[in-house]
């Protein structure tokens, strides 16, 4: 946490509003997981670590405070900020905990699909992806295959990546030549239809072997699961949206960046 305070610092740029009451909410996060611990107390764990992955029903405060961060920051803290709690989850993790946690999973990803539906601004899009995109970490988590859960996270980590760079650093396509245009064209729609989790994209096949090990665990909650996969439309129909400005920006004279 010391680390990510130095390195977030550095990046910083007359935002450290944000960047201190992001740390105030973490720190109050992590005091409480560590009662909740100590004390066993379940049901305040999973609390805890819903304000600390900004899921359900906390993520305003993670919406309005990740929008002005920097975009390594949103990276680090869209993927790698989250493991600490997701490997803490795996180690007190009870059978009377589960459907909590499937609760908030659940309607943190309904709330976000259908709040995507309404959002064309990119980086604003990209934070209620991840948020609702928790869901499937957990799951996860909760089912211990731990090889489907490092694929989806390493494919999230890079498409994101490589988002966030195109984002600041594309110029428009029509400064560039016929054949670079084309190249960042199909490079970029393959990783807004990547993360936008539509078949057959290796992000879409992650989130399936994810969600079939889970059932394979917990039988008891198909209907919530299947529930999740009709949610996680909406997701597709948000980035679908967001190819069509895309390609109505590239061929226009009215924006340098095609993303805002």
């Known amino acids: 946490m010391l680390l990510y305070i130095g390195v977030s610092y550095t990046l910083f740029h007359n935002r450290y509003t944000q960047l201190i ?23 305040l764990f999973c609390i805890s670590l819903f304000l600390k ?36 989850l795996r ?34 899009l990209l934070i209620v992806s991840s948020i609702a995109n928790n869901f499937f970490l957990v799951i996860g988590v909760i089912s211990a295959h731990y090889v489907s859960l490092c ?29 670079h245009k084309l190249s960042l064209l199909f490079f970029s729609s393959f990783l807004l239809f990547n993360i936008a989790s539509l078949p057959p994209f290796p992000i879409f096949i992650s989130k399936f072997l994810l969600i079939y090990d889970f059932i394979s665990c917990y039988t008891s909650f198909t209907g919530l699961v299947v529930l999740s996969v009709v949610v996680n439309v909406t997701i597709a129909v948000s980035y679908c949206q967001l190819v069509i400005k895309y390609f109505s920006q590239v061929y226009s004279n009215s924006s340098l960046y095609f993303f805002y």
């Open 21 to 43: 009451l992001y740390f105030l909410m973490q720190t109050v996060a992590s005091f409480s997981l560590l009662v909740s611990f100590r004390f066993s107390f379940n049901f």
């Open 53 to 88: 992955l900004g899921m359900f029903p906390f993520f305003s405060w993670y919406i309005r405070v990740l929008y002005r961060f920097p975009s390594f920051i949103l990276l680090l803290r869209s993927t790698f900020h989250k493991l600490p709690p997701l490997l803490l």
């Open 151 to 179: 694929v989806f996270f390493v494919l999230y980590t890079l498409t994101l990546h490589f988002l966030l760079v195109l984002m600041h650093n594309f110029l428009k396509p029509l400064l560039v030549s016929e054949y």
């Open 91 to 124: 180690l007190v993790l009870k059978s009377s905990m589960v459907s909590v946690l499937i609760t908030s999973g659940v309607l943190s990803l309904l709330v976000g699909g259908f709040l995507m539906l309404t959002i064309l601004d990119f980086r604003y």
